[in-house]
């Protein structure tokens, strides 16, 4: 049995993540959000009904992050990069989860569209964790002359570059920042090549079928 809420809950949830995300100002609200994380990767991986393994794995990573967190409340540097490191391998998790739960339904329903959509949003914030982890870590600024940039900033720039959108108004220094965007940028593409290609494979509007077979008699009838 699927959760009664379903994909519309995690929807919800990471919405509450992102706005969450743009005011986290101050090591505690870190660990704030990093609680609403785990819970909208439980629900992701609930709802899609994951493999053990795979929520092995989430809850491992779990653990190591809510530890980071903690500890950054204490003022700890590499800890806070640690939480967001930690918090982008578990919005990676989901997706995987979700594409796989999407691939095995039949039909296309409002469930359906909503789990494609949930899955495409964990992956942006993915990337904007990890672009806030490298500014954090690396001796000079993400982006050049324009600095380190916040949390907000570091997820617009994911959410541009998954979307290929390209606004050239952040553009990463150097490497590894460079080569993660360029990766992320593939892994929209693909991720819109696959998942929602089979969602629309999938998809058939209301009386497609007797559309087409009245359709059809009508084209046999003419013959005769």
């Known amino acids: 049995m699927r959760p009664r809420f379903g994909y519309g809950t995690v929807l919800l949830l990471i919405v509450s993540t992102y706005v969450l995300a743009i005011f986290a100002e101050h090591r505690w609200t870190v660990?704030?959000?990093?609680?609403?994380?785990?819970?909208t990767v439980w629900q992701s991986l609930r709802v899609a009904r994951?493999?053990?393994?795979?929520?092995?794995?989430?809850?491992?990573?779990?653990?190591?992050?809510?530890?980071?967190?903690?500890?950054?409340?204490?003022?700890?540097?590499?800890?806070?990069?640690?939480?967001?490191?930690?918090a982008s391998v578990l919005y990676l998790l989901a997706p995987f989860a979700i594409v796989r739960d999407l691939g095995r339904r039949d039909t296309v329903d409002l469930q359906t569209m909503l789990g494609a959509l949930a899955a495409y949003l964990l992956i942006g914030m993915a990337f904007g964790f990890a672009y806030e982890c490298l500014a954090q870590l690396q001796p000079g600024p993400l982006f050049g002359e324009r600095g380190d940039p916040p949390l907000s900033e570091a997820l617009f720039f994911s959410f541009v570059t998954?979307?290929?959108?390209?606004?050239?108004?952040?553009?990463?220094a150097g490497n590894p920042a460079q080569t993660i965007a360029v990766f992320e940028a593939l892994t929209g593409q693909l991720f819109l090549?696959?998942?929602?290609?089979?969602?629309?494979?999938?998809?058939?509007?209301r009386n497609w079928s007797r559309g087409s077979s009245t359709g059809d008699d009508a084209i046999g009838e003419e013959v005769r």
């Open 50 to 86: 994951a493999r053990p393994g795979l929520r092995l794995a989430g809850a491992v990573v779990f653990v190591l992050a809510l530890v980071a967190a903690v500890l950054s409340v204490l003022d700890v540097g590499p800890l806070t990069a640690i939480a967001f490191s930690a």
């Open 162 to 172: 998954v979307t290929t959108t390209g606004y050239g108004d952040l553009v990463p």
């Open 31 to 39: 660990t704030v959000l990093l609680a609403v994380q785990t819970v």
């Open 193 to 205: 090549v696959t998942a929602v290609a089979k969602v629309v494979e999938n998809w058939r509007p």
